[in-house]
């Protein structure tokens, strides 16, 4: 027994000492050149060749990936963490609750980094922080959402990390709220896509991200009213590279990140994300505009039952192959794949079962059975139930029994050798 202990002992050890270990730093691989790997697709219309290390461009309704450059490469995300900072606040927190800074908030207070100054003991209302947070990049903000929703920084980035693999973020991992540098701070083009589209369905995140300024009038502790004006040069109406229909997004830059990108846009009844990371001043911009422009020239939206799908102009839905999934609830879910293997939507059909008809047959009742018709028209007895319930509690209790005689005996026996060893 006591071997038994100390074995779990140090399993227990183990699994504790495993918990308390800090996440491997990412393999970032910066300076790798990808391939546009959707080019390859026969029939697909050929990317552009963007200046971004990685890139993706996805169909925000149906998930669709029409671009791929390295989508799924671990980059750091510098600012465009807030996207996540500001959807986890949002969905764990109301837009008129006030947020009084502490000085958690200092330490991003950095002259490299973007910051407000605010000071401690100074209160916005957490719409404010939302705004300022996107629009000017503020870090100190950041910070002071996280630990004003989250109760502390980690235990926000907790969250942060949670909603990550809720959708679906496989290469993604937050210890910041800021996107300040950190090998242990990461993600992917692919993950910021998918991170932008569950922000796009939330109708304060859309309000907030498509904010060209905001103003700050005076608080308790500044007397003085502040107007910011957005970075992201896709959305800036004044800026060389607005875009028609752009919904705003998020900037970011370090120097480990180069400039990174993340973009939604609505045209023609489509909504696409375009995110490009880990390129030069204003290549991004460029990179954005041509994906966007690649997106809306090549693709359709197609409706097809309980869903959407989008194919390269010039195709139809029936060119394309399905796969039935059958649900629980007699709906069928159908996967649209263009090529026979690439996925381009989905949609639902719901499947209406038909109540038989009670059979014209009279049905007995008798005492000792009761009659139950099925959905198909088959008929089984209570008594029927009732007899192989009984059966099976029967069998039960005869093993029960049949164990504690053997127990009994071999006890008896081991006792009964025990006497005759003594005798002798």
Not at 46 to 64: H, K, R, S, W
Not at 291 to 296: H, K, P, V
Not at 355 to 362: F, G
Request: hydrophobic share 40%; charged share 15%; net charge negative.
């Amino acid at each position: 027994m006591k071997r038994i202990y100390r074995a779990l002992a140090v399993m227990l050890g183990i699994l504790l000492l495993a918990g308390g270990m800090p996440v491997q730093a990412a393999q970032v691989n910066n300076g790798t050149v990808y391939s546009v790997s959707t080019n390859e697709i026969a029939g697909w219309p050929q990317g552009p060749d963007i200046y971004g290390e990685t890139a993706v461009l996805m169909d925000a309704d149906t998930g669709t990936i029409l671009y791929n450059k390295g989508m799924d490469e671990l980059r750091y995300p510098a600012s465009t963490t807030k996207l996540m900072t500001l959807l986890v606040a949002l969905e764990n927190s109301s837009l008129d609750e006030q947020v009084t800074f502490t000085e958690t908030c200092l330490a991003d207070q950095t002259p490299d980094s973007g910051n407000i100054g605010m000071q401690v003991g100074e209160v916005l209302s957490l719409e404010q922080c939302l705004l300022v947070m996107i629009i000017q990049s503020a870090n100190d903000v950041a910070t002071q959402v996280a630990e004003h929703v989250g109760g502390s920084v980690d235990a926000f980035c907790e969250m942060m990390n949670q909603k990550a693999a809720q959708l679906g973020c496989t290469n993604t991992h937050f210890v910041n709220a800021s996107g300040m540098p950190d090998e242990n701070h990461y993600t992917t083009a692919h993950d910021l896509a998918l991170i932008m589209q569950a922000g796009l369905k939330n109708e304060d995140f859309r309000n907030i991200i498509a904010a060209e300024s905001c103003t700050i009038g005076p608080t308790n502790m500044n007397s003085e009213a502040r107007t910011f004006t957005t970075h992201h040069p896709l959305l800036a109406s004044s800026a060389p590279e607005h875009y028609d229909g752009c919904l705003g997004g998020k900037t970011g830059n370090t120097i480990a990140s180069g400039h990174t990108i993340v973009t939604g846009a609505e045209r023609n009844g489509m909504t696409l994300i375009a995110v490009a990371m880990r390129a030069e001043l204003g290549q991004v911009a460029q990179d954005s505009i041509q994906l966007f422009d690649y997106g809306f020239n090549n693709f359709q939206k197609v409706e097809v039952p309980g869903g959407s799908v989008v194919i390269p102009n010039g195709n139809t839905v029936d060119q394309l192959t399905t796969v039935e999934t059958a649900a629980q609830d007699a709906s069928v879910t159908l996967d649209y794949y263009y090529n026979e293997n690439y996925y381009v939507g989905s949609g639902v059909e719901e499947t209406v079962t038909e109540t038989p008809s009670p059979t014209q047959e009279a049905v007995t009742v008798t005492p000792e059975a009761t009659v139950t018709l099925e959905a198909d028209g088959s008929q089984e007895t209570q008594e029927t139930d009732d007899s192989v319930f009984r059966t099976a509690v029967l069998v039960l209790v005869v093993l029960i029994v049949l164990a504690l005689i053997v127990t009994v005996v071999s006890a008896v026996r081991k006792k009964s050798r025990k006497k005759k060893k003594r005798k002798n």
